[in-house]
């Protein structure tokens, strides 16, 4: 099976005065302006390393939510975050890392099997598979 899904971007002008807008295929996020002041200035608007992050945070909650379903576990929650790092390399930027945290109910699992079926998403998940960068997980269990 294979999918294909699609963003879409415009941008217009120079690097620093100008302007884009992002939008995605399913029409969720529709035009939202995006720049450097966005970017690099914490100005209102979304930038790549939050759409990101946003895309990370789904694929690794979904991942884990099917294995936790392979090993006869179902989550009652499963809160993700990804926190992705932009560096100045050189004469450009890299994203250098992609920081997983994650709050979890899960009614059954035991402290070392939520830690080592979590681990295992982190791996698996698409996105992380993505990046070209150090993926760390900071992980909790809600009892």
Not at 88 to 102: D, M, P, R
Not at 104 to 130: D, H, M, R
Request: some cysteine; hydrophobic content about 40%; overall charge negative.
């Amino acid at each position: 099976m294979t999918i294909t899904k699609f963003g879409t971007a415009h941008w217009s002008g120079g690097l620093k005065d100008g302007k884009g807008e992002v939008s995605t295929q399913s029409g969720v996020l529709e035009q939202q302006p995006y720049g450097f002041n966005t970017r690099f200035e914490g100005r209102p608007g979304t930038n790549p390393e939050e759409l990101l992050g946003a895309a990370h945070a789904a694929c690794f909650a979904m991942a884990l939510s099917g294995i936790l379903g392979g090993a006869g576990l179902t989550a009652t929650s499963l809160e993700a975050k990804s926190a992705i790092v932009l560096e100045k390399q050189g004469e450009g930027f890299a994203i250098t890392s992609a920081h997983l945290t994650l709050e979890a109910e899960i009614p059954n699992a035991t402290e070392e099997q939520f830690n080592e079926l979590a681990q295992k998403a982190k791996a698996g998940c698409p996105v992380s598979k993505l990046f070209n960068a150090t993926i760390t997980l900071e992980a909790r269990l809600k009892t």
